[in-house]
């Protein structure tokens, strides 16, 4: 199979999705021709040269890098057929499938898949819909509140908010006093971490405002829970899963658990502290808890339409014991230490056999697709 993987991207997660896609690039099987298309900071894309995948598979130290070769610009020609598609140097690049190993803005939030999708091109993950709605944070809370799963508390601001000053005062007095201090301040539309913090009091609370502002236009105020952060990883197609294809049928793996050993499970404890979280899997709960767990994992990927894998993420209340959805993740991190690919493994899912499940999924996707009527003649 002719799989391109893509990585990179205008994305605060772009040093992340270098990490993932190395660690892909090293795990798929070798029955495969693989070529890496890098998309850079600012948006340009570029294939990168065989030796690149070469010296990953061969030296556990190398990293992975988006090389701007001016003559290895990538054009897209979409209408044409899949392998006809992407070109460099004058030629097509071979492409049966692809596998976005990109995380964030301009990758996971529809963007790129609606591109894909235009082009007709088979590839990993949900779908355009899919994506933008779990991309953003406040819209996947309402998909779940109304289908009757349990959501953090939460309030919405908006960079018009914060543009009248008397509704911006009104807004973070009504969120200090319905939600109550601690709490949690993130971007709608950010992953990783980024942008992501604790505010104990007003003070904290408009600091860690201006800086999620500074990530996007949309962010969200979350009661701060005294919470076990739990994971578990979803494979398979919520709109067309048929049990004459394994690849197709909703699985949750795990779930696991994460310790932090910092204030929470921020950017520095998930890539660059290697002690930065202990990681247990499965998740130290009775059965009956993590049977409940994947069940609701399962019915949150089906709400929002899922497809391909997701990693769903939840809190458990301490001190209640009450349960939550906290997000959505449709391109979650595939880093050697990251939660879904290490759920996938401990269920019996082996990492290389986990990339072709994924491929083999993203084909069923498409030809399901393929067969829909576009038009009446």
């Known amino acids: 199979m002719n799989v391109i993987l893509m990585y990179g991207g205008r994305s605060g997660e772009h040093e992340i999705s270098l990490m993932s896609c190395a660690s892909v690039a090293r795990n798929i099987s070798a029955s495969h021709n693989v070529k890496l298309i890098s998309i850079s900071k600012d ?47 004058g030629q097509a690049i071979p492409c049966d499938v692809v596998f976005p190993v990109m995380h964030g803005t301009y990758s996971e939030d529809g963007t790129i898949q609606g591109l894909f999708e235009m082009c007709s ?7 355009t819909l ?27 601001l ?17 969120a200090a006093d319905t939600l109550k201090f601690p709490l949690f301040v993130k971007p709608c539309s950010a992953g990783s971490s980024d942008g992501a913090s604790k505010a104990n009091n007003m003070r904290e609370l408009s600091y860690a405002l201006m800086d999620a502002f500074s990530w996007d236009n949309k962010v969200l105020i979350e009661k701060a829970i005294n919470a076990r952060e739990i994971e578990c990883s979803v494979t398979g197609n919520s709109i067309t899963q048929d049990s004459a294809r394994p690849c197709t049928m909703l699985k949750a793996y795990g779930p696991g658990e994460i310790v932090p050993k910092h204030t929470f499970y921020d950017y520095d404890a998930k890539y660059n502290d290697p002690d930065g979280a202990e990681l247990k899997i499965p998740a130290l ?37 009450d349960t939550y959805l906290n997000e959505i993740n449709t391109l979650p991190g595939f880093t050697s230490i990251s939660m879904f690919p290490k759920m996938c493994e401990a269920f019996g899912l082996k990492y290389t056999d986990l990339i072709d499940y994924l491929l083999d999924e993203a084909l069923a996707a498409y030809q399901d697709k393929s067969r829909l009527c576009t038009s009446r003649s």
């Open 43 to 89: 948006g340009k894309w570029y294939l990168e040269d065989d030796s690149v995948i070469n010296e990953l598979k061969n030296n556990p130290q190398a990293k992975l890098e988006v090389h701007p070769v001016e003559a290895n610009r990538v054009s897209v020609i979409p209408g044409s057929a899949k392998d006809q598609t992407f070109f460099a140097k």
């Open 285 to 321: 709960l009775d059965d009956k808890k993590l049977d409940e767990i994947r069940k609701t994992a399962m019915e949150a990927y089906k709400v929002v339409n899922a497809s391909g894998l997701s990693r769903v993420d939840f809190f458990i209340d301490r001190d209640t014991g």
């Open 130 to 156: 899919s994506s933008a709605a779990t991309m953003d944070k406040e819209t996947t809370k309402i998909l779940w509140k109304s289908a009757g799963l349990p959501v953090v508390p939460y309030m919405c």
């Open 121 to 127: 091109i088979p590839y990993v993950g949900c779908q």
């Open 158 to 174: 908006t960079k018009s908010d914060i543009n009248d000053s008397k509704r911006y005062d009104q807004l973070l007095q009504q």
